[in-house]
């Protein structure tokens, strides 16, 4: 498969399986401005929202795995484990990264994660 973030969604996508467990997808990206009460600013906020998504939909086809997929904007360990309360979550998957990769900046929100979670994380 090549690509990490594809081998953990198809991770998760068999883990959920065995278990008998739903599988529901959240990226969360970080607001691209302050000023998201201006009209250009949120139309690129939407923009850069929808080309997130066609992303991680590529991801999901790739790794073979169907899942309802969630592309939130704000504060990463906040929208996690808000995410998490709303749909009575009982494991999230958190995908660690690297510091040198698209989205790497992710390993420095999982203690935070981790800490706020309503139920148990795993770290994958």
Not at 72 to 87: H, K, Y
Not at 91 to 119: E, K, V
């Amino acid at each position: 498969m090549g690509r990490p973030k594809a081998a953990l969604l198809q991770w998760a996508g068999e883990f959920s399986r065995r278990m008998g467990a739903s599988l529901q997808l959240l990226h969360v990206l970080r607001p691209i401005s302050d000023w998201l009460a201006l009209d250009a600013e949120r139309s690129l906020q939407e923009e850069v929202r929808q080309e997130a998504r066609a992303r991680i939909e590529l991801i999901q086809k790739e790794a073979g795995v169907e899942a309802p997929l969630r592309v939130a904007v704000g504060e990463i360990a906040e929208a996690v484990t808000e995410e998490a309360r709303q749909e009575d979550a009982d494991l999230p998957i958190i995908g660690r990264g690297t510091l040198q990769a698209t989205l790497g900046r992710f390993r420095t929100h999982s203690y935070a994660i981790i800490q706020r979670s309503p139920c148990p994380v795993l770290s994958a």
